[in-house]
């Protein structure tokens, strides 16, 4: 068990100069994959969005002749689903580049 004594003897020891470092060494192990699990997350997030709205527009093409309010809803969901989908790639692309680092 440690106790408050020698926490203190070691921490006059550690000075900024030894942090410093062992930051400059630690972070990258640390920082880079969270950065690839955080452009995952967001990168599924995306490709849900998209796979809901590209539905909604495949729905609102085959009502295309037979509802009035089909195209309308066909250029919105598109419009909203093919920059998500976009998005989606790009963020898994990124994630990949980081990882490659």
């Known amino acids: 068990m440690i106790n408050l ?41 995306f490709l849900v969005l998209a796979v809901g709205a590209l539905s909604k527009s495949y729905n609102a093409y085959r009502a295309l002749g037979s509802e009035p309010n089909s195209g309308f809803q066909l250029f919105i969901s598109l419009l909203f689903g093919v920059p998500m989908l976009c998005f989606g790639v790009a963020s898994f692309m990124r994630a990949r580049r980081i990882s490659r680092r």
């Open 5 to 45: 004594g020698q926490v203190r003897r070691f921490a006059r020891h550690v000075n900024a100069d030894h942090a410093r470092k062992f930051s400059e060494h630690m972070m990258p192990h640390v920082v880079r994959p969270a950065q690839v699990i955080w452009n995952q997350v967001v990168g599924l997030i």
